[in-house]
């Protein structure tokens, strides 16, 4: 079946600690998102990728860095410059059609030791 | 200013009920797009309907139809015969920037969410 997969799960790091995670999908979509959603709160955009080799920062995307070497692969590193990384994370991926909607991964949730 | 309101921070309904869910929206841009997705406990987030500006109806899917009203940019998700499973966290969203007829890759803009609670 196709999707998106995030790993992992859960994720714990340690003060100045940099940690990855993960997002692929086999979809075949060009475009995939990464997105922050704290407790009771929407999602908010950290960074997207349109196109191979190719991202852009949203509007959170302080303290997280990004790599698109692969269609599938849309890796989100959580540098330790991220003050406040306890989180949900959510990976999404899109086709080009104008009325297609994003398709979410399960997310991971990241806390701080 | 917020780009999606949605100005309902919790819903109640009883089971077998219909709902309707808030969503209001600000935008120039005459092409755009409005989704709403639901949110359940675990986490994952589900498509559920999609407006487009220039529909000229109202979507529908299923239980789901969205009372779009474009002049008061008011994007409302009605649930009719509401279940024990529909409890969830409900975001309406909008991407921007659409072509006429062509493609896009225009990112969401999410709302603040609703939550939703079925009572049997």
């Known amino acids: 079946d196709g999707g998106i997969t995030q790993s992992p799960k859960y994720l714990f790091r340690k003060e100045g600690q940099n940690v990855t995670l993960s997002c692929e999908q086999n979809?075949?979509?060009?475009?995939m998102y990464w997105y922050r959603q704290d407790p009771g709160q929407g999602l908010r955009l950290i960074y997207y990728?349109?196109?191979?080799?190719?991202?852009q920062k949203g509007d959170i995307a302080e303290g997280y860095s990004v790599s698109r070497e692969k269609k599938e692969s849309f890796p989100l590193t959580v540098t330790s410059a991220q003050k406040n990384p306890t989180a949900f994370y959510l990976c999404?991926?899109?086709?080009?059609?104008?009325?297609?909607?994003?398709?979410f991964g399960d997310g991971t949730r990241l806390s701080i030791l | 200013a917020q780009k999606i309101t949605q100005t309902q921070p919790g819903m109640f309904v009883q089971e077998k009920e219909a709902v309707t869910l808030d969503c209001t929206y600000d935008?120039?841009?005459?092409?755009?797009?409005l989704f709403w997705y639901k949110q359940p406990s675990s986490g994952e987030m589900i498509f559920l309907i999609y407006q487009g500006s220039y529909d000229q109806q109202n979507a529908t899917e299923g239980r789901y139809s969205l009372n779009f009203q474009k002049a008061r940019k008011s994007a409302n998700l009605v649930i009719s015969a509401s279940q024990l499973g529909d409890s969830a966290m409900y975001f309406c969203a909008m991407r921007e920037g659409l072509k006429a007829g062509g493609t896009s890759y225009g990112k969401l803009t999410f709302g603040q969410g609703t939550i939703l609670t079925v009572h049997p």
């Open positions: 935008t120039s841009d005459p092409s755009y797009g």
């Open positions: 979809l075949n979509h060009d475009a």
């Open positions: 999404a991926s899109r086709g080009a059609r104008q009325r297609q909607p994003q398709h």
């Open positions: 990728s349109q196109i191979v080799n190719d991202f």
